[in-house]
T-cell receptor, first 114, second 117 residues
Framework: TQLLEQSPQFLSIQEGENLTVYCNSS?????LQWYRQEPGEGPVLLVT?????EVKKLKRLTFQFGDARKDSSLHITAAQPGDTGLYLC??????????????FGSGTQLTVLP | GAVVSQHPSWVICKSGTSVKIECRSL??????MFWYRQFPKQSLMLMAT?????????EQGVEKDKFLINHASLTLSTLTVTSAHPEDSSFYIC?????????????FGPGTRLTVL
């Protein structure tokens, strides 16, 4: 069973601060997705990383895939109240086209206070 | 692109009744859809994988006779909670993968809040 551990579980910060969320596993993933979910809504895909060491930026969000493709991080610069939400990492197994399942992390509930 | 809808967005029912939730891919064909259950401030729990034209694959601990899944077309999957009880109250979310998509990317519906009285 592939497990993804996310930390921290809860994070409350002031507007303007920086933060990093971590997603770790002992398993190798062929891809790693990050989603953000707001209360009462479904998760929204933010980014997909597929290459070890890959770094992707989405405005103030920086995503990194570990060299060994076992871990990932999400860094937010100058957080804003609009960044508040549940952040989920999800690892994809070998791309076979049949199962297509994702292994989800435990989630990080981020609250950015104005 | 890659929009998934769910209906209803919320439902309240009496204990013992059955409730059907629809999941539709609006602008793409989805050979595979997934059904998740989520408790407040927690991550997603995969219930079952639904493949078009075949029987759903249920995760361990999920009662297939209680949570009936039908994936009759490439754009529609339904989840029926049969003889619902208060402990079935939860947020149910579906997702879909495009037939030509890569990297296991899933696109989620907005979720259905089920409350069983």
């Amino acid at each position: 069973t592939q497990l993804l551990e996310q930390s921290p579980q809860f994070l409350s910060i002031q507007e303007g601060e920086n933060l990093t969320v971590y997603c770790n596993s002992s398993s190798v993933f062929s891809s790693l997705q990050w989603y953000r979910q707001e209360p009462g809504e479904g998760p929204v895909l933010l980014v997909t990383v597929v290459t070890g060491g890959e770094v992707k930026k989405l405005k103030r969000l920086t995503f990194q895939f570990g060299d060994a493709r076992k871990d990932s991080s999400l860094h937010i610069t100058a957080a804003q109240p609009g960044d508040t939400g549940l952040y989920l990492c999800a690892g994809g197994g070998p791309y076979s086209g049949s199962a297509r399942q994702l292994t989800f992390g435990s989630g990080t509930q981020l609250t950015v206070l104005p | 692109g890659a929009v998934v809808s769910q209906h209803p967005s919320w439902v309240i029912c009496k204990s013992g009744t059955s409730v059907k939730i629809e999941c539709r891919s609006l602008d793409f064909q989805a050979t595979t859809m997934f059904w998740y259950r989520q408790f407040p401030k927690q991550s997603l729990m995969l219930m079952a994988t639904s493949n078009e034209g075949s029987k759903a694959t249920y995760e361990q601990g999920v009662e297939k006779d209680k949570f009936l899944i039908n994936h009759a077309s490439l754009t529609l999957s339904t989840l029926t909670v049969t003889s619902a009880h208060p402990e079935d109250s939860s947020f149910y979310i579906c997702s879909a993968v495009t037939s030509g998509g890569a990297y296991n990317e899933q696109f989620f519906g907005p979720g259905t809040r089920l409350t069983v009285l």
